[in-house]
């Protein structure tokens, strides 16, 4: 059986033995020697163990993807080429590196590995054309000592740059590679198919084997639970799993596509999606979560679903036997268990078109601003007819149940009301007593109620004099408040 093999820092590794398991930020420290790669957290909070990998499959235009190392299993390194903050170095400090040392953006230096790696992705990214971009682009990275003024001085200097050398050369003549695997090592396996026949194939003679995408989730059980995955199989190299189509009627979002690129496909288009994605997690962790893992995740707390629930998404769904379709309604049938039949994957998610006489919302309320999980989570679509009768609604809630649910009494109660503040704080009065929710280390109970129906009410007074409110270009809040004016 052929080794795996990848590029790391220009130069080809072979691996015949090692775990598929093993994670990329532990190959690096303990098997290659390249420490500058830092382990923090193990979860992809601090950005510590940040990487750039090149993504240049399935034709699609080449570039470097910051990726968090301690989530990266090695198998799904196949074929592509990584960097470590090693490769920045030649005869002089890279640009990234010189704007650090010239704005003073590192003290201990434990985090600045990680922060020069991923203000290397700014440097070589041609679209960091507002403020809040280079924040997004640097907030999967804490340093507690240095402070991120002079940090986020640096990455505004060198956003865009493309300063020359191995990583443009590399970028400029990237391309794409036969990314199929059957990597087999300690009794355990990797497969990467790249068609559907091989993905239905590896599937039937590994029944119980996992399908992966991204990891962001499943990479926990290894690092956190520790946990041995003796079978994986990844979707993440089938071309038809990342196309995604603007078509007129509404938007189809392959299931491997990574949230970054539907964040800004969507930013415009449906911007509905792009505000919920704002604050999903880092850029490094949307750039290798999908869509696909998130709704295929189960999660009840998950940060896609709500929106797509309130959106009346539909689920392309495919096996070996062929295609169906789902809604999104009857997708969720209990705590993290799904409609997916055995050997079935979902290919697609199909949104239509807002209405445009309809008012929508999407929120997240977490503990934290970024790199939080929710603890509600709610999207809210309100369709208005003559003289402001709702003539319907779709409300998806997450975190209120075990699944994430829609509010069917609430929207049942807002069909035929005219959309008012009475209305309103009726219908917000009802969503608190519509759930049982559950009390964690999150939130309680009582506080799930009274935010879900905060939201109800926040929902009508940001939406009053529009249909939908954009998030400011400073990522203060994912609710727009105006402060009151002064008196003269």
Known sequence: MAPLHFFLNGKRVDIRDISPNETLLNYLRYE????????????????????????AEQGRAAQLRAVNSCLV????????????????????????????????????????????????????RSDLDSA???????????????????????????????????????????????????YEALGESFTIPTNFTDLFQALESQ????????????????????????????VESIPELHQLELREEGVSIGAAVPLTDVETALLDRMPMVSRMLRYYGARQIKHRATAGGNICNASPIGDLPPVLLALDATLHLRSKAGTRTVSIDDFFLGYRQTALKPGEVLEAIWIPNILSSSK????KVSRRRELDISAVAAGIVVQLGQDSVVTAVRIGV???????????????????????????????????????????????????????????????????????????????????????????
Request: aromatic share 6%; hydrophobic share 35%.
């Open 398 to 488: 997450g975190g209120v149940a075990a699944t994430p649910i829609r509010a069917k009494q609430t929207e049942d109660f807002l069909v035929g009301k005219v959309w008012n503040e009475d209305t309103s704080e009726e219908a917000a009065q009802i969503i608190e007593q519509e759930f049982s929710p559950l009390s964690d280390h999150r939130s309680s109970e009582w506080y799930r109620r009274k935010v879900i129906g905060n939201l109800i009410r926040g929902f009508y007074q940001e939406t009053l004099g529009t249909d939908f409110v954009s998030l400011p270009d400073a990522p203060t809040a994912t609710v727009v408040l105006e402060a009151p004016h002064e008196q003269a």
């Open 132 to 182: 809040w971009k280079v924040d997004d682009q640097m907030c999967g990275n804490l340093c507690r000592c240095t402070g991120y003024r002079p940090i986020r001085e640096a990455a505004t200097r060198v956003a865009g740059t493309r300063p020359p050398g191995k990583l443009l050369n590399c970028l400029d003549n990237a391309k794409s590679c036969d990314r199929s695997l059957n």
């Open 360 to 363: 929508s919302g999407a929120y």
């Open 207 to 234: 029944p119980d084997a996992r399908i992966v995408a991204g990891a962001t989730d499943l990479s926990l059980e290894i690092t956190k639970a520790h946990r041995e995955l003796p079978h994986l199989v990844s």
């Open 73 to 124: 299993l090695v198998p799904m390194l196949h074929g592509r080429e990584v960097f470590t903050v090693e490769a920045l170095r030649d005869k002089e400090l890279h640009p990234v590196q010189q704007a650090m040392v010239d704005t003073l953006g590192s003290q201990c230096g434990f985090c600045t590995p990680g922060v020069v790696m991923s203000m290397t992705e700014a440097a070589y």
């Open 32 to 55: 290659a020697s390249l420490t500058g790669t830092k382990e923090g957290c193990a979860e992809g909070d601090c950005g510590a163990c940040t990487v750039l990998m090149l993504d």
